[in-house]
């Protein structure tokens, strides 16, 4: 990519926008968020002050033209980016899905993440924008979430212990069939389909920070078997949990 005056290509942007609209709808999920704007190659043109700071910036000019890449670890800049492509793609708004995201200092936390496409001349897709809102610090705006909030929190902690829906459900004293409607309408997937990502984000991370073997980590993470993991694992990443170490774990180093 050749070197961008920032300035310009912020200007250049914005006009070629459609509608202002595309980015004014954001506003429903205000007022404590993490917002950004990114052109189709996937380089930022905007942040507001909250995400600036998440990423170690100050000004909005020092992240215009750069991309996941230029903050984030290889494994999980390519997250963002596949989702970002799906939503470009898509043409729809994709909300409220559950990440992990690494601030300047690289603690990771999670966030609650909505993203939506941008429409320029002749409605062409010209960029994605999103907004995030850390889940632990952000009460007010998760109030319709709070309920789940003990299970999100349980997952988390005990992911390598067998995790049956009929407990989950008991946490937030709820039938399995009105926990299940109830955390799809919310979070836009399954339990299960929580609990296995929160599986392969451990897994992961195991991958790339740790020596142990790839049976153990499957066991440590909560899957059956070695077979079951490296299916699972490569299903959601694209890659077996050998290729991955391979692939990843000198750029996370």
Not at 86 to 108: F, H, K, S, T, Y
Not at 177 to 188: A, T
Request: hydrophobic share 40%; with cysteine.
């Amino acid at each position: 990519m050749r070197p961008l005056d920032p300035c310009a290509a912020q200007s250049e942007f914005f006009q070629r926008l459609e509608n202002p609209a595309h980015l004014l709808r954001l506003l429903d999920f205000l007022p404590e968020v993490y917002f950004f704007a990114k052109d189709a190659a996937g380089r930022f043109m905007l942040m507001n002050d909250a995400n600036l700071r998440l990423h170690g910036c100050q000004h909005v000019e020092q992240i215009v033209g750069l991309t996941d890449f230029d903050f984030h670890p290889r494994h999980l800049a390519e997250q963002y980016v596949r989702e970002d492509r799906r939503v470009m793609e898509a043409g729809e708004a994709l909300p409220n899905q559950i990440w992990l995201v690494g601030d300047a200092a690289g603690q990771l936390r999670w966030f609650i993440s909505t993203k939506t496409p941008l429409f320029g001349d002749g409605g062409k897709v010209i960029g994605v924008a999103g907004v995030m809102r850390d889940f632990e610090q952000t009460e007010t705006l998760l109030k319709p979430y709070q309920e789940m909030e003990r299970v999100l929190s349980y997952v988390v902690e005990h992911y390598a212990e067998r995790l049956r829906i009929e407990d989950l459900a008991r946490l937030v004293h709820l039938s399995v069939s009105q926990f299940d409607r109830k955390f799809k309408n919310l979070f836009q997937m399954t339990p299960q389909q929580y609990v296995l990502r929160v599986r392969i984000n451990a897994a992961s991370q195991a991958l790339l920070h740790s020596d142990r073997t790839i049976a153990s980590i499957s066991e440590e993470t909560g899957f059956y078997d070695q077979s079951s993991f490296t299916k699972q694992f490569s299903r959601h990443t694209g890659l077996t949990p050998r290729a991955y170490r391979r692939q990843y774990a000198v750029s996370s180093h």
